[in-house]
């Protein structure tokens, strides 16, 4: 079975500040899609970032950065100098090689406050 | 390239009742899923349809039902609706084809109340 946690319920920064959400996931697949989206109030779910299980480099794009480790089976993003246009409910994903399925993390609020 | 669009944006329906919700995938995709997010919670998985069959099912009941079109649009049937199946319904749309990667295109939602 897959499961995704996100530990941080609700995180308040202020504006420039740097926030790092978290995300651990389990699977047994050995081939595996990580995700990372934002869904503002309109409920849509906007696509961030995609990672396979054989990837494991971070990424960076702008000021949206990705840690994946393997090791410890977490996945996590960072915001760096923050924006009240950040805020949102993030939420991380799984997804396993062999079938489609999304299996989502319960959601982080980030709210920036200006 | 048009998006994912669903209709309707929000409904109110009576326990007891039967509503469906429709979906127009993105062009040129070939899959759509749907979800339910309930408040406060992430998207669950309900089921996946591809080449108008049902290939995957998440943990719902059989009133929960689809159907895929050959335009590969959707839609979602729940029937004897239930108090806890007030929710965000969210359709996804993507395309697959052997060793492709994974996109998936969501749409705005469907609202659904039941009262």
């Known amino acids: 079975a897959q499961k995704v946690t996100q530990a941080q319920t609700e995180i308040s920064v202020v504006e420039k500040e740097d926030v790092t959400l978290d995300c651990v996931y389990e699977?047994?697949?050995?081939?595996?899609?990580l995700f990372w989206y934002k869904q503002p109030p309109s409920g849509e779910l906007v696509f961030l970032i995609r990672r396979n299980s054989f990837d494991e480099q971070n990424e960076i794009s702008g000021r949206y950065s990705w840690n994946f480790q393997k090791s410890t089976s977490s996945f996590n993003f960072t915001i760096t100098a923050s924006q009240v246009v950040d805020s949102a409910v993030y939420f991380c994903?799984?997804?396993?090689?062999?079938?489609?399925?999304?299996?989502f993390g319960k959601g982080t609020l980030l709210t920036v406050n200006p | 390239e048009t998006g994912v669009t669903q209709s309707p944006t929000h409904l109110i329906k009576t326990r007891g009742q039967q509503v469906t919700l429709r979906c127009s995938s993105q062009s040129g995709h070939n899959t759509v899923s749907w979800y339910q997010q309930a408040l406060g919670q992430g998207p669950q998985f309900i089921f996946q349809?591809?080449?108008?069959?049902?290939?995957g099912r998440g943990n719902f009941p059989p009133r929960f039902s689809g159907l895929q079109f050959p335009n590969y649009s959707s839609e979602l049937n729940v029937n004897a609706l239930e108090l806890d199946d007030s929710a965000l319904y969210l359709c996804a749309s993507s395309f697959w084809a052997p060793r492709t990667d994974y996109g998936y295109t969501f749409g705005s939602g469907t609202r659904l109340t039941v009262v």
């Open positions: 994903a799984l997804s396993g090689g062999s079938n489609y399925k999304l299996t």
């Open positions: 699977t047994r697949d050995t081939t595996y899609y």
């Open positions: 349809y591809y080449r108008e069959e049902e290939n």
